[in-house]
């Protein structure tokens, strides 16, 4: 017999497969106790789940690594996260000079500063050059195609990177380095005007990310020609936004109506008090991805045709909500909850239940239903995105 690990959880805080009704049993097994201590509604699903919804979470804790001298980097696409097909997310750390090395794709880059500072340059097609440097809270966008690179500033940075398809890789951008090293030495000298001696110690592969000086400051950096700026700005000081304010919590939107130059991502941060959840509601435009910034949060996900899935939820994780399917996202902790939650889109919609319940004529909603006037006066007509219920009781596992 293997004897338990001296880490192992006290017996009375191993959770057991078993609803309060007497369903389930217990689990004997080898298993992952602190897995299912995160995971409570997978290993205890609410009575109300049913039928077969595909895996809507995975978190960067189980992605792999990345490690570079300058930073790290890891990646949730569609490969980690099948259902995940219209977005993917690059969380990435660049040290103090740390440099994401200049580089394109073909995807539009959205990226959220979750700490630290960092400096972005880009020039577009029409030789616009843009350096501005970012701090915890603020976002830029890239278009496709557009050269750019992004360095850590006094104390680096860590950041969040969402691209508008799900296939997308990080480790597939096309990078300045790698095409010096993949180009025969007498065409880069033809190409620049300068002896074939000049490209002697360039690089044999991509850098990717490396260990730079920290840069001075941005006048210091501007080339003779870089006084264009192109006329939409990349950058959005979103925590600086005034918030939409509710009893439960807040909600900032950002979308290209007050980021023009975002055409491809919408996005809402979202807090959510103690006690409150984000309310029940879908999306009309696009799919939802989702990154968990702090706190625990739990997510009901309705997939029509008498099938739901409830999962769990913590700082790390990314969540996904398919085109059209219900859902809400309860505060399942004690501190405050903070996510994000983007599409693939120019602009943000969703659509409240209780809204549509309350523009509805009363008596078919309570012909539908079976309900009575009670619901029916308690229902807003205005959307209240993060609700706080005065009669639920605390969230408890084993329904």
């Not at 799919?287 to 997510?299: F, H, I, N, S, V």
Request: proline share 8%; charged share 20%.
């Amino acid at each position: 017999m293997v004897k338990p690990s001296q880490d192992a959880p006290d017996n009375r805080n191993i959770p057991q497969p078993i609803r309060k009704d007497g369903k389930g049993a217990t689990d004997l097994g080898p298993r992952n106790v602190m897995r299912d201590l995160q995971n409570p509604n997978l290993l205890v699903p609410p009575a109300t789940d049913s039928g077969t919804v595909p895996n809507l979470r995975f978190s960067f804790s189980d992605t792999h690594m990345r490690l570079e001298y300058g930073g790290w980097s890891r990646e949730v696409t569609k490969r980690e996260l099948p259902i995940a097909t219209t977005l993917a997310g690059v969380n990435m750390r660049l040290t103090p000079g740390g440099v994401r090395e200049l580089h394109w794709h073909t995807q539009a880059e959205w990226a959220f500063m979750i700490l630290g500072t960092a400096r972005i340059t880009a020039v577009d097609q029409y030789g616009r050059s843009f350096i501005h440097d970012v701090t915890a809270g603020d976002l830029w966008y890239f278009p496709p195609g557009i050269p750019h690179s992004i360095q850590g500033l006094d104390d680096g940075c860590e950041f969040l990177l969402v691209f508008d398809d799900g296939g997308f890789s990080e480790n597939d951008t096309f990078t300045i380095s790698d095409w010096f090293a993949r180009t025969p030495k007498e065409v880069l000298s033809a190409n620049f005007g300068v002896e074939v001696a000049q490209f002697a110690s360039i690089p044999s592969k991509q850098k990717y990310i490396f260990q730079g000086e920290i840069p001075g400051p941005i006048p210091s950096q501007k080339t003779s020609d870089s006084s264009t700026l192109p006329p939409l700005s990349l950058t959005h000081r979103l925590l600086a936004q005034t918030p939409l304010r509710t009893p439960g919590g807040t909600v900032r939107i950002v979308d290209s109506t007050n980021f023009p130059i975002s055409t491809r991502i919408a996005a809402a941060l979202v807090e959510v008090e103690p006690g409150a959840l984000r309310e029940m509601h879908w999306h009309p435009n696009n799919d939802e991805w989702q990154y968990y910034l702090t706190g625990k949060a739990r997510m009901t996900v309705f997939a029509a045709d008498g099938t739901a899935r409830t999962f769990d939820y913590q700082a790390g994780d990314v969540g996904y909500v398919p085109f059209g399917f219900g859902h809400y996202i309860q505060n399942t902790g004690s501190e405050t909850l903070w996510f994000l939650e983007m599409f693939q889109s120019s602009t943000f919609a969703d659509i409240s239940l209780n809204q549509w319940m309350a523009l509805t004529p009363p008596e078919l909603v309570k012909e539908n239903l079976d309900v009575g006037e009670e619901l029916i006066q308690h229902l807003r007509t205005n959307k209240e995105p993060v609700v706080k219920n005065n009669y639920s009781t605390q969230y408890r596992n084993g329904f």
